[in-house]
Nanobody, 128 residues
């Protein structure tokens, strides 16, 4: 049974940083893409960043580029999202997701259409 567990969310002041973790079990991530999405109430889930576990290639949304860094530790079967210079607009529930062949074929790494496995989410709140 595949499980993804996100951690590291919390309350942070504007300009602060957080590091989210996504630990996977029941699956070896080496040949998959792992992405972070976020969602606020009443809005659609939006892709933030994605990483290829095999070669480390990364993709970022416009809002994340330059502030967020996605990284991987294949030995720990874990993906991280380092978030710096946080803004109130970054407030959301953050989810990690695993995608295989359909994600690679579509090339839509920040679209949630083809991701197969999802974590339960972790709340990030940016507020003074």
């Amino acid at each position: 049974q595949v499980q993804l567990v996100e951690s590291g969310g919390g309350l942070v002041q504007p300009g602060g940083s957080l590091r989210l973790s996504c630990a996977a079990s029941g699956i070896t991530l080496d040949l998959y893409a792992v992405a972070w999405f976020r969602q606020t109430p009443g809005k659609e889930r939006v892709g933030v960043a994605c990483i290829h576990m095999s070669d480390g290639m990364t993709y970022y949304s416009g809002s994340a580029k330059g502030r967020f860094t996605i990284s991987r530790d294949n030995a720990k079967n874990t993906v991280y999202l380092q978030m710096n210079s946080l803004k109130p607009d970054d407030t959301a529930v953050y989810y990690c997701a695993i995608g295989g062949a359909p994600v690679f074929y579509s090339g839509s790494y920040l679209s949630d259409d083809d991701y197969e496995y999802w974590g339960q989410g972790t709340q990030v709140t940016v507020s003074s």
